[in-house]
Nanobody, 119 residues
Framework: QVRLVESGGGLVQAGGSLRLSCVTSGNTISIQDMAWYRQAPEKQRDMVAV???????HYADSVKGRFTISRDNAKNTLYLQMNNLKPEDTAVYYCAARPFLIGWESGYWGQGTQVTVSS
């Protein structure tokens, strides 16, 4: 089993920045990919950014150029640097991890951290 614990959420004004962190513990050697998802009220949960084991990244179009995902394997920590935040970025942000050949829904998830961007 793998445990994920997010931190770093909060309230920020539009144009501001936040850095989310996700510390992993347990059987972390099994983890292949890691990602950040978000879910706004009454909306589905969407992928924000993904990082592979060697650092390759993929971003949702809505956050390209503003968000940066990174992972520190030595510290078992995933990060999401969020700059130029917009009110539409308001959501609960979830850290996720999956082993090789396992889908995200069957992987490991954190409890979520709230990000609120005021206009």
């Amino acid at each position: 089993q793998v445990r994920l614990v997010e931190s770093g959420g909060g309230l920020v004004q539009a144009g501001g920045s936040l850095r989310l962190s996700c510390v992993t513990s347990g059987n972390t050697i099994s983890i292949q990919d890691m990602a950040w998802y978000r879910q706004a009220p009454e909306k589905q949960r969407d992928m924000v950014a993904v990082v592979g084991p060697t650092g390759s990244t993929h971003y949702a179009d809505s956050v390209k150029g503003r968000f940066t995902i990174s992972r520190d394997n030595a510290k078992n920590t995933l990060y999401l640097q969020m700059n130029n935040l917009k009110p539409e970025d308001t959501a609960v942000y979830y850290c996720a991890a999956r082993p090789f050949l396992i889908g995200w829904e069957s992987g490991y998830w954190g409890q979520g951290t709230q990000v609120t961007v005021s206009s």
